[in-house]
């Protein structure tokens, strides 16, 4: 794998390469009865490489969004900038959640499982599926200017330390930048050369994590198939078939938004 990441293939094909390595290593370890092995001494690198993207995330989002705004020469631009690109979001959003719905009620990738399978999954994954089902509840006896109140955040640190806040990032983000905008350029333009400056090592910082990304992506696929199917090699097979299918489900509908929706929009 390290002698993978010193060629000069595109990255997209040494990650193609790290999945299809990391499904091999999966199986072999559910066939040799080693799944032990690759939980205990992979699975940490693939943990290693989320977190790097994770830690990289709100940082990204932050300064990029900051230094974009403070690069225009007028606000008036953001205003109608924001309003397009907030229409075309919820448009898209809608567009995608639907078409995500019906592919997957014509596919029906779970059908590819047993219904013992299926049912271990469940058994396994239980507590996850409760909390996400109570998430719903409760998100759906929620106000409908409940988004509006969500979005705005009442610490800017806690909104930083949690991933799941990134829409409140995103809204500091572009209060801060109005804000500097809105004063005169002498005396913020050290502000605004320190977010560029930002900009630029945070993007560098994830070229390197996105250089580890095929031994991470490889950790992460052999760490699964190694989990979910143990030291059964029938599991594995099976487990794989049904992530093969939603895996083909995902791509075409990403090809459907790419080719009928975006090609639409441009």
Not at 51 to 74: C, E, F, H
Not at 159 to 179: H, P
Request: aromatic share 8%; with cysteine.
């Amino acid at each position: 794998m390290l002698s993978l990441l010193k060629t000069r293939l595109p990255m997209h094909i040494k990650i193609m390469l790290g999945i299809g390595a990391g499904t091999l290593v999966g199986l072999l370890a559910a066939r040799w009865g080693c799944s032990s092995f690759v939980l205990t001494w992979l699975k940490p690198l693939g943990t290693v490489f989320v977190n790097l993207l994770k830690l990289l995330a709100v940082p990204l989002v932050l300064v990029s969004l900051v230094d974009g705004v403070t690069g225009l020469r007028d606000l008036r631009k953001l205003s109608s900038m924001g309003g397009r690109t907030l229409l075309i979001f919820l448009c898209t959003t809608v567009l995608a959640v639907t078409l995500g719905l019906v592919l997957v009620n014509i596919v029906r990738p779970g059908d590819y499982l047993s219904t013992e399978r299926r049912e271990d999954l469940k058994a396994r994954f239980s507590t996850q599926t409760d909390q996400g089902f109570n998430n719903a509840q409760a998100f759906k006896e929620r106000g409908p200017l409940s988004p509006l109140v969500d979005m705005v955040p009442d610490n800017l640190f806690h909104a930083l330390s949690n991933n799941t806040s990134m829409l409140q990032v995103v809204f500091f983000a572009l209060f801060m930048g109005v804000a500097i905008m809105s004063l005169p350029s002498d005396q913020t333009q050290s502000v605004r050369d320190l977010f560029g400056q930002l900009n630029r090592i945070v993007l560098l910082m994830v070229d390197y994590v996105m250089a580890f990304a095929p031994i991470g992506v490889f950790a992460l696929i052999a760490s699964l198939i190694a989990d979910l199917a143990g030291n059964d090699p029938a599991k594995a097979l099976e487990l794989l078939g049904a992530l093969s299918v939603y895996a083909l489900t995902v791509v075409l509908g990403l090809a459907l938004m790419l080719l009928v929706v975006y090609a639409t929009l441009v």
